[in-house]
């Protein structure tokens, strides 16, 4: 495959020496750009959309040609490994996602199965490989699955949920069965990494959504354990190239030190966490991503530029730090606020990184 002409993503999340911090946006393929609206009226629905590999590749490519992104990540979705279940996913128009069968029971959850990467998942491989092929070298592509916790969620609350009052129910009074829920999430994330990964992708990352809405004991049991599982069974080389692995535990600032721990190479942070005092945490242990509060970009341009600053500068000197929002960026952010952000982050951050050559 082509070489990478732009590995300052790779480099970063090996906290190897960079010129500037890299910066790309979770859901940066997204309904802020309008571009990414007509392909998805050309696809008829979101599901759609994920399920051609060439409009997937459109999309992702989309903000690559906007802006100076340094990384694209795959047009996806987590709910994917369920779907491929047979749980039923579908999108309700202003709802999120739903499961019209959703796992509750003994009896739905031993039917539960690992799904074949490349069968009924090969979709999503197929679109990796085929991203890969058109960017041709130009930025790192990034993999990315939900984790074994947060998919859990969606498939026993049968949506996005309030209050998670089902799945915590069974996590209370019946652990064994969330826990045969992980198992097979586990091991399915795993093995759809891996297919990614030799489809193509340079960089994994996993999505611990809801994570953050368990107690402390609960999120080592129940979503950390499972994270360390996936990472173990993770292919970290690749034709000769490491292949760095992020986690992102949305809230889960608390347990910094423990994530760090799970064998990820880069800890995801949200904005509720101090970048520098996140460093002084883990020290060499991982890089950091983020991890700008996405709603910053409802602000002007000028204020844009000095929380941007004010981020690079928490982090502080030297390398190991990948820019982003703290999550996902809002539909309805301007398309003109975001080049600013990107722009600022690759001015701004060079004063930060002194040994790049």
């Known amino acids: 495959m082509t070489a990478l002409k732009n590995d300052t993503l790779i480099r970063a999340l090996l906290r190897q020496p960079t010129d500037y911090t890299p910066v790309w946006l979770m859901r940066q393929a997204g309904r802020y750009l309008p571009e990414y609206n007509r392909t998805r009226a050309r696809a008829g629905n979101f599901l759609a959309l994920c399920k051609s590999p060439a409009l997937a590749t459109e999309v992702t490519l989309q903000p690559l040609d906007r802006y100076g992104l340094d990384a694209a990540i795959l047009f996806s979705d987590i709910l994917t490994i369920p779907d491929a279940m047979g749980l039923g996913l579908y999108f309700a128009e202003g709802e999120g996602p739903r499961f019209e069968r959703p796992t509750q029971d003994a009896a739905s959850i031993g039917k539960l199965h690992v799904p074949d990467p490349y069968g009924e998942l090969r979709y999503v491989i197929d679109a990796v490989a085929e991203i890969r092929r058109a960017l041709a070298g130009r930025v790192p592509l990034i993999g990315f699955a939900g984790s ?71 999120y080592r049991e129940f979503s950390l354990a499972y994270l360390a599982r996936v990472l173990a069974s993770v292919k970290r080389d690749h034709i000769g190239k490491r292949v760095p692995v992020i986690v992102f535990t949305k809230g889960g600032g608390l347990w910094l030190e423990s994530i760090a721990g799970c064998g990820c190479d880069c800890v995801g942070l949200d904005w509720t966490t ?47 730090h990948v820019f982003n929002l703290g999550h996902g960026i809002s539909q309805f952010s301007p398309p003109e606020h975001v080049a600013v952000l990107i722009d600022a982050v690759h001015e701004l951050s060079r004063a930060y990184h002194h040994d790049g050559d």
């Not at 795993?190 to 999505?207: C, D, K, R, S, T």
């Open 274 to 320: 101090n970048l520098a005092d996140a460093r002084r945490r883990v020290g060499d242990q991982v890089s950091l991503q983020g991890n700008l509060d996405p709603m910053v970009l409802f602000s002007t341009p000028q204020i844009i530029r000095e929380e941007t600053g004010k981020v690079l500068a928490s982090f502080g000197d030297g390398p190991g």
């Open 148 to 218: 074994p916790y947060t998919l859990a969620c969606y498939m026993v609350e049968g949506g996005a949920s309030d209050d998670f009052r089902i799945i915590k129910t069974m996590l209370y009074k019946e652990p064994a069965l969330l826990h045969r829920i992980l198992d097979v999430n586990a091991q399915s994330v795993a093995l759809y990494l891996n297919a990614q990964i030799e489809a193509g992708a340079q960089a994994v990352m996993v999505f611990d959504t809801w994570g953050g809405n368990l107690s402390h004991d609960a």
